[in-house]
């Protein structure tokens, strides 16, 4: 059965739901398999978090990788600072974890706080190590498909498409949201499984437009319901990145899932979705850095 015929047929009812947890853990196995394997040669994979300051979601979310790494059997440091922690302090330390043999990656949690340059920050840390994927020359080695590191919140929406067999040749995908950790790394994968990829932003004057040509739709913008149902293709595969919280102080995405669920092929659930896989996506960059190291 082809994917556009896979989709028709979810659609005909409500769109089947890729399931991010379920996936993660079939993932995750395959993580553990090679993290032995490593284990075997005298190599313990080993990630650095860096948490600077007192942000609750950030705390919740270095908190939910390092158990990530201790569940696949990976090495893992978690470091916390103070808020008002030096620029110079904090660069000085992922320079001592550059040269740490036993670190393969170092992930530094942002935002970190305004008296530090983000972007400093970012490139200190050796591209070799920049399992986040967001140094410059991780970027310049995406675009022009080099090996590197991925973007993993984009790493993990493609291996959900992969799960569902979609074959993006000749598709149509729109990406809402520019940002440089998922929005334009998202544009530039699509873009190398030969999509045709369109990019829509804030300042995109007729985005329905856009999204209803759309065979894929990834909305990234961190706003609720920024795609309603009336905004998709019929049978459109839809990947949800956004993490947002509604008036009611429920969890939700940037997609209007109850509604956009009816008309969509294959859909991404908040929670549930691509946050489990960016996670996942962590791991196997900090692997796959041991493995080159080795």
């Known amino acids: 059965m082809t994917t556009n015929q896979n989709a028709s047929n979810a659609s005909a009812d409500t769109a089947a739901v890729i399931d991010g947890v379920a996936l993660s853990a079939k993932l995750r196995e395959d993580i553990t398999r090679r993290t032995v394997a490593l284990k075997a040669r005298g190599v313990t994979p080993g990630l650095a ?41 904090l660069l000085a330390r992922i320079d001592a974890l550059n040269k740490d043999p036993s670190i393969h990656g170092i992930l530094v949690q942002m935002p970190v706080p305004a008296h530090i340059d983000a972007n400093k920050v970012i490139e200190a840390i050796a591209p070799e190590k920049d399992v986040d994927g967001f140094h410059i020359a991780s970027a310049g080695a995406l675009m022009v498909g080099q090996p590197g590191f991925i973007s993993c919140t984009p790493y993990g929406c493609m291996k959900m498409l992969e799960s569902i067999g979609y074959d993006l040749r000749g598709k149509h995908a729109v990406v809402i949201g520019r940002s440089n950790i998922v929005g334009k790394p998202m544009a530039m994968l699509l873009l190398q499984k030969s999509a045709t990829v369109t990019i829509c932003h804030s300042a995109t004057q007729d985005l329905k437009a856009m999204t209803l040509q759309a065979d894929v739709i990834v ?19 839809v990947i949800d990145v956004g993490m947002n919280r509604n008036p009611q102080g429920k969890l939700c995405g940037d997609v209007d899932y109850e509604a956009v669920r009816q008309v969509a092929g294959f859909i991404t659930p908040v929670p549930g979705g691509v946050g489990p896989m960016t996670i996942t996506m962590l791991l196997v960059n900090t692997l796959e850095s041991a493995e080159r190291h080795l």
Do not use: F, I
């Open 49 to 89: 978090v860096l948490l600077v300051g007192d942000n609750p979601a950030s705390a919740v979310y270095v908190r939910n990788k390092v158990k990530a790494c201790a569940d696949s059997g990976l090495h893992s440091v978690l470091e916390r600072y103070a808020a008002d922690m030096t620029e110079a302090a």
């Open 219 to 237: 909305a990234a913008v961190g706003k609720c319901n920024v795609l309603t149902a009336d905004m998709v293709k019929p049978g459109a595969v």
